[in-house]
C-alpha cells in the first residue's frame, strides 16, 4: 500500500509539478497515520513529503479522523509557528484530489541522536508562550475542558472493554469542577518524544508531526512528557519552574492518566505489542491505586 502511495505522489509530481524538478521519492519515517519521505528537489533541494496512510483514520483512541484535516492543520500550525521562530518545517506546497493527498516541507538535516532535555525544556517553553490563536481542524474542536472529559470517559471504556481493568475517575461533576479552575492556557503540541524531534548532534533541529495539538493547561502536556518518562531535572532546566507544581494533586493525578489509558490503548490495539500492553495496564493499576484522598 505505501509504495503504491508514493508511486502515485510521483507520478502527480512529474505531471502536474515538473517544474520542481522532483527525484525519486525515499522512505525516512513511519508511523500509524502517516509515511514521510524524502526527495531531492531543483527548486527547492532537499524535501521532506507527508503522506497519509488512509483518507480516514479508524482506532480507539479517537472518533474517525480525516487525515486531510491533519496536513491542513501541519500547514496552518507550521506557518503560525514559524512567526514566534519555533523550529518548524517550512510548507511549500499541499496537494488534495482525489486519488492522493500529500505536503510538501523543508527537510530538516538530522542525524536521530538523542535529544538534550535542556534544549528540548527550553523548546517546550517557547511553544507554550507562543501567544494563543485559534486552531482549526483539530482532532477535537471542543473546549479543552469538555474534550478532555470525554476523551478520559471513552478512553476508560475501552480499557475496560480490552482488559476487564475499570479505571478509577472522579465523578463527572468533580472532574468537571477541578478543570473549570484551570487558569493558565497555552497552545500543546501533545505529542513530545524523539520521534518528533529532529536533533543534530544532540542538539533541537526541529520538531514535527502536530496531529495531537490543542489549546490546554500546559501541565497535561508536562504530565504527559512524565508519562513518556522525559521529565528530567535537565528538562525542567530548560522549562523553568514545573506547572505540575502549580496544580492540585487530583489535577495531575487526571492528566497522568489521560496519557496512561491514551498509551494503554496504542499496545494494546493500535500497534499492538503484548509486553507494552501490560506494562501500560500495569501504569494504569498503579495510578488507579494512588488516587489522591
Known amino acids: 500500500m505505501v509504495k503504491e502511495q508514493m508511486r502515485l505522489v510521483e507520478r502527480v509530481l512529474c505531471t502536474h509539478y515538473s517544474d520542481w524538478g522532483v527525484g525519486s521519492l525515499k522512505i525516512i519515517g513511519s508511523g500509524l497515520d502517516f509515511v514521510v519521505c524524502r526527495a531531492d528537489s531543483e527548486q527547492w533541494g532537499w524535501i521532506a513529503i507527508r503522506i497519509p496512510r488512509t483518507r480516514f483514520i479508524y482506532n480507539e483512541n479517537d472518533e474517525t479522523v480525516d487525515s486531510r484535516n491533519l496536513l491542513k492543520l501541519e500547514l496552518f500550525i507550521s506557518r503560525y509557528m514559524r512567526k514566534y521562530s519555533i ?59 469538555q474534550s478532555l472529559v ?74 504527559r512528557i512524565a508519562e513518556y518518562g522525559l521529565l528530567t531535572e535537565e528538562f525542567l532546566e530548560g522549562y523553568g519552574s514545573s506547572p505540575l507544581k502549580e496544580i492540585p494533586p487530583v489535577l495531575e493525578w487526571i492528566y497522568r492518566m489521560d496519557t496512561a489509558v491514551m498509551l494503554a490503548i496504542v499496545f494494546l490495539s493500535e500497534a499492538p505489542d503484548p509486553n507494552q500492553a501490560k506494562k501500560q495496564l500495569n501504569r494504569v493499576e498503579e495510578l488507579n491505586q494512588s488516587y489522591p484522598k
Open 87 to 145: 523550529p518548524v518545517p517550512e510548507v511549500y506546497h499541499l496537494h488534495i484530489d482525489d486519488k492522493i493527498d500529500f505536503l510538501v516541507s523543508s527537510f530538516i538535516e538530522n542525524d536521530q541522536s538523542k535529544p538534550n532535555s535542556v534544549e528540548m525544556g527550553k523548546l517546550v517553553a517557547s511553544i507554550h508562550q507562543v501567544p494563543l490563536i485559534h486552531i482549526p481542524y483539530t482532532i477535537d474542536n471542543t473546549p479543552f475542558q
Open 150 to 223: 470525554n476523551r478520559i470517559l471513552r478512553r476508560s471504556a475501552v480499557i475496560r472493554k480490552h482488559s476487564g481493568i475499570t479505571v478509577r475517575l472522579p465523578n463527572l461533576h468533580d472532574l468537571k469542577r477541578s478543570l473549570k479552575n484551570v487558569s493558565r492556557m497555552s497552545i500543546l503540541h501533545m505529542d513530545i518524544r524523539p520521534d518528533n524531534l529532529l536533533t543534530y548532534n544532540n542538539q533541537m533541529m526541529g520538531i514535527v508531526d502536530w496531529s495531537n495539538v490543542l489549546i490546554g493547561d500546559p501541565a497535561l502536556e508536562i504530565a
